[in-house]
């Protein structure tokens, strides 16, 4: 079966190519295929296409109402999608468990740093004088 590239004058009729998938129609005799680059093209006889379309027509008039319904379930679907993650998208880091219990294993435990106490700060060492000087009043 012959094969035209896109860019060649070729006669009047439907070609199609398959690698990428591409549908042409050329209307007049001596016009160029206007395709994608690269692409081959075969030509569909005339009467052949004649033929198919009442089998292409009658694909289509069955298959639209399944289209429509698939394409408005994957809108909705899409929809809902963006609302849910809008929704938790905020509070999602909530639900995310960061405990792991194995690193306490491995931590070393028995050295402690010697800054590991901070130092005690003057406004709270004088709250605990006046705390004991008030309990001892009481007394």
């Known amino acids: 079966m012959k094969t035209w590239k896109s860019g060649q004058k070729v006669t009047y009729g439907v070609y199609v190519s398959t690698k990428p998938f591409d549908v042409r129609f050329v209307g007049a005799d001596d016009e160029t295929l206007d395709g994608r680059t690269g692409a081959e093209y075969r030509r569909i006889p005339t009467l052949l296409m004649v033929a198919m379309a009442p089998v292409l027509g009658g694909v289509f008039v069955m298959a639209f109402p399944a289209v429509v319904v698939l394409l408005a379930v994957v809108g909705l679907g899409r929809f809902a999608w963006r609302q849910v993650a809008g929704v ?38 004088d709250l605990r004088d006046e705390v004991k000087a008030r309990r001892d009043d009481e007394k």
């Open 88 to 125: 938790s998208g905020d509070t999602a880091h909530l639900a995310v468990m960061r405990w792991e219990p194995s690193t306490s294993y491995l931590k070393n435990t028995t050295e402690t740093p010697a800054d590991a106490k901070p130092a005690p700060d003057a406004a709270l060492s």
